[in-house]
């Protein structure tokens, strides 16, 4: 099954709190937080959300 992330934007200027990242199979291995950037200010201030 492929890894699901929850991610929160630290920008203080992005009005987005938090998304929820699905993987596909096609993933390469290891994907992190370093590889996607805010879908709403598009910027790359994320951190992963441990539940």
Not at 7 to 14: F, L, M, R, W, Y
Not at 38 to 43: F, I, L, M, S
Request: a negative charge.
């Amino acid at each position: 099954m492929p890894r699901t992330m929850e991610v929160k934007c630290t920008n203080a200027d992005c009005e987005l709190d938090m998304f929820e990242n699905h993987y596909t199979y096609e993933v390469p291995d290891d994907p992190g937080v370093a590889d996607l950037v805010c879908p709403y200010c598009r910027e790359s201030d994320l951190e992963e959300i441990e539940v």
